[in-house]
């Protein structure tokens, strides 16, 4: 029975905010423990497979860091996804990446960003579970035995034992994450497990399970495999994952199929999914207190203290249930029965735009200076407007209802636009079908809102943009920015746009 392990390290980490942080999420971060998250997740698969058939999935953007922390894995065997667009999309990426091994190939699928403290028995049971899957060639995913009524895991309600392979059950039904009071019955039913998000199956099997019940997925993927060992391969993959839809296995695929099976386990597992977490995995003090760094503490109580800089001392005084994390940048104080609001914290940042506490300080090592801002914008803006002076009987101009395009290139390979945008004004809220683009922003103040997010326009922002991502540039000053995109230049689907051309 040949094994490939995929592990799957492209989450964001948001509810571990400060300390984790978008360009370093908690996957790979020391969490519990001296190794990172990740650096965990590979030894355990380690004890699964060799090296060399374990497989990471992670955002592109990650990949140094992965290959920092990962140093003996093959740089062939570290997937990178364009765009983040859920588990199905991710698992069937990593499937299509093996696509010239056999189809009764064990493929186990691994979050990096769990805990398990008995490994031993972690191993056995994704061995029965790659049994199980090898044998009578059905999905099968790993359920905990739950401990308390949980309402933040999808739970897993099995039936029969399967007789040929002891401890491996049916499925009935899948849950999704249950009100306290479900939750509860659930417990006290002892016919439920919790969804662990592991994943065991044959290549044969998954793939026929995408093309039944996630056919646009399975399509765009069978594109990037007819691409793969070819110089279209990252050409393809670009323009096919991020039109590929957001969606999880579990909606998309488990919560479909009529073969399922789970094996029931207990090894000391925990998904780290916020703050409170940590009460689970870290042994607390007679206070019930969790702290980590230099801190000094009285009349403290069920609250949790972390901190990295050992040369700053932080003190509370008759304080309960509370979250405090101190970073370089940013002190979060919350009230421990608000972690779940977390992310709504996070979302006021972007409004506010101040996405930079999104973001670590530890590769600038200081803020720069609003002196040295204006100097760096005006330098950029000088060089460019002596190239543009120097070209100007070669340059395309556009006038546009919020400013100007000027076009300096234009080739079979790409088109080179600068472009302005006045004050008070946007362009449409837009997206392209093939077309890919990188905005490389010199001057003025604004947002860009890309997808969900937005952010704030500063010089020197360069953001890459794909096709099917919805981008929109508004300036709040005058704004320059120089654009390179792919050829397709009528490609454009406008879904807002001020000025009536949508």
């Not at 604004?446 to 020197?460: F, H, Q, V």
């Amino acid at each position: 029975m040949k094994i490939k392990v995929i592990i799957m390290a492209g989450g964001k980490g948001e509810r571990f905010w400060p300390y984790s942080r978008v360009d370093r999420p908690k996957q790979f971060l020391s969490i519990v423990g001296k190794k990172t998250l990740l650096q965990q997740t590979v030894s355990r698969a380690s004890k699964l497979a060799e090296l060399k058939d374990i497989y990471i999935i992670t955002g592109r953007e990650y990949v140094e860091i992965v290959k920092e922390q990962i140093g003996n894995l093959p740089d062939d065997n570290i997937i990178a996804e364009p765009v983040g667009r859920n588990t199905a999309p991710c698992i069937g990426l990593g499937y299509t990446y093996l696509k010239n091994e056999p189809d009764d190939t064990i493929m186990i699928v691994l979050p990096a960003d769990h805990l398990v403290t008995n490994e031993d028995q972690f191993c056995i049971v994704i061995e029965r579970a790659a049994e199980a899957a090898y044998m009578q060639k059905k999905l099968v995913t790993i359920g905990l035995n739950p401990s308390r009524p949980e309402t933040g895991y999808g739970y897993i309600r099995y039936g029969a034992e399967i007789k040929s392979i002891p401890g491996v059950y049916e499925v009935l039904k899948f849950t999704e994450k249950p009100d306290l009071e479900t939750a509860l019955s659930f417990l006290q039913s002892g016919d439920y497990l919790w969804n662990s998000g592991m994943f065991i199956w044959r290549l044969d099997v998954i793939r026929e399970a995408y093309r039944k019940f996630l056919p646009d997925v399975y399509m765009g993927l069978e594109k990037v495999a007819e691409a793969m060992e070819t110089e279209e391969e990252k050409k393809i993959l670009q323009e096919v994952f991020p039109a590929l839809p957001r969606i999880s296995v579990d909606y998309g695929i488990m919560e479909k199929s009529k073969e399922t099976l789970v094996v029931p386990a207990s090894f000391g597992w925990d998904d780290l999914g916020s703050w409170t977490s940590l009460e689970r995995v870290d042994k607390p003090d007679s206070d019930e207190n969790i702290f980590e760094g230099n801190v000094l503490s009285m009349d403290t109580k069920n609250s949790i203290i972390r901190s990295n800089n050992q040369e700053k001392l932080i003190a509370t005084l008759g304080v309960e249930d509370v979250i405090v994390v101190d970073t370089e940048d940013v002190l979060l104080v919350a009230d421990k029965a608000r972690t779940s609001d977390l992310k709504n914290l996070i979302e006021e940042l972007k409004e506010r735009g101040l996405q930079r506490y999104l973001t670590s300080n530890a590769k600038s090592g200081r803020e720069v200076t609003a002196k040295e801002e204006d100097n760096r914008e005006n330098l950029l803006a000088q060089v460019i407007s002596r190239a543009l002076e120097n070209n100007k009987e070669d340059l395309k101009q556009v006038d546009k209802p919020w400013g100007r395009e000027i076009w300096w290139s234009v080739t079979e390979h790409y088109v080179g636009k600068f472009i302005e945008v006045n004050t008070g004004h946007s362009l449409s809220l837009q997206y392209h079908r093939k077309k890919r683009e990188t905005m490389l922003f010199i001057k003025g103040a604004g947002i860009l809102e890309l997808d969900s997010r937005k952010l704030e326009i500063t010089s020197g922002l360069i953001v890459d943009i794909f096709p099917g991502m919805i981008h929109r540039v508004t300036a709040k000053s005058d704004i320059s920015f120089i654009e390179i995109s792919t050829p397709e230049t009528d490609d454009l689907v406008r879904l807002e746009d001020n000025y009536g051309r949508v």
